[in-house]
């Protein structure tokens, strides 16, 4: 096997690999999610908004990468379950800014961390010292030379 058909062929598994360990992290906010009737794209304009407390509608829209109607429509939802709230802005009272509310700044500072984290701490609790120690230095080296590119 060439190196390039071997880098390939692995690549392909690191890939795989990378996406289970995705999908069993997010299995417990996912649940908290269907708990609390929110949608992903709402879960995400949330925990921007909850980051950058008093941004615009537009702002939003381009960190979420929708479009201007989208997100004005999943910030109406929020706001009518008093998630967020619209504020005029002070200097400009033809543009509203959004602001998240403190059930939903504490969810964000406090539960998001720890539901992300949960399945992980379990896994590395499980392991031993040395194989926790590999695991870490082989992940820092992987996103290092990925960030390189």
């Not at 964000?108 to 870490?136: K, N, T």
């Amino acid at each position: 096997m060439t190196e390039r058909t071997e880098n390939a062929v692995l690549a392909e598994r690191i890939a795989r690999d990378l996406n289970a360990i995705r999908r069993v992290l997010r299995k417990p906010l996912e649940a908290e999610l269907v708990k609390n009737q929110l949608t992903v794209p709402q879960v995400t304009v949330l925990t921007i908004v909850a980051r950058q407390p008093g941004i615009t509608l537009k702002e939003l829209s381009h960190e979420v990468n929708l479009a201007h109607s989208t997100v004005s429509g999943i910030v109406d939802r929020l706001e009518k379950r008093e998630l967020v709230e619209r504020r005029a802005d002070s200097a400009d009272g033809r543009v509203s800014r959004i602001y998240p509310s403190e059930q939903v700044t504490g969810f964000i500072r406090d539960r998001v961390p720890v539901l992300g984290a949960g399945p992980l701490e379990a896994a590395l609790r499980r392991a031993m010292r040395v194989e926790r120690v590999a695991i870490s230095r082989a992940l820092e080296k992987l996103r290092s030379l990925l960030e390189d590119e």
